[in-house]
């Protein structure tokens, strides 16, 4: 059974960073390539970054490049979003997936999220 658990969310000030992680297990992670993604109070759920199964590739949404990085750990089976300069609008659970197509197609495995609050 496939299990996704993020952590490292939190409350932090405007130009503040976080670093999230997510967790993965029962599966082949370094088969899977991983995304981010997030969800705002009373907005859909949006994609924020993806990293192929080798990490050699990468790709993020407009609004956070320069600004997010996501990495990964194929021997720790987990997937990192490094945030900084974090703004106001970055409020929202974020969330890990797996991808079911390159770059921003979510798979079915979404965990618990993670808050993350940034005040003005």
């Known amino acids: 059974q496939v299990q996704l658990v993020e952590s490292g969310g939190g409350l932090v000030q405007a130009g503040g960073s976080l670093r999230l992680s997510c967790a993965a297990s029962g599966l082949t992670f370094s088969s899977y390539a991983m995304g981010w993604f997030r969800q705002a109070p009373g907005k859909e759920r949006e994609f924020v970054a993806a990293i192929s199964g080798t990490g050699g590739r990468t790709y993020y949404t407009d609004s956070v490049k320069g600004r997010f990085t996501i990495s990964r750990d194929n021997a720790k089976n987990t997937v990192y979003l490094r945030m900084n300069s974090l703004k106001p609008e970055d409020t929202a659970v974020y969330y890990c997936?797996?991808?079911?197509?390159?770059?921003?197609?979510?798979?079915?495995?979404w965990g618990q999220g993670t808050q993350v609050t940034v005040s003005s």
């Open positions: 997936n797996t991808l079911d197509r390159w770059p921003n197609v979510p798979g079915d495995y």
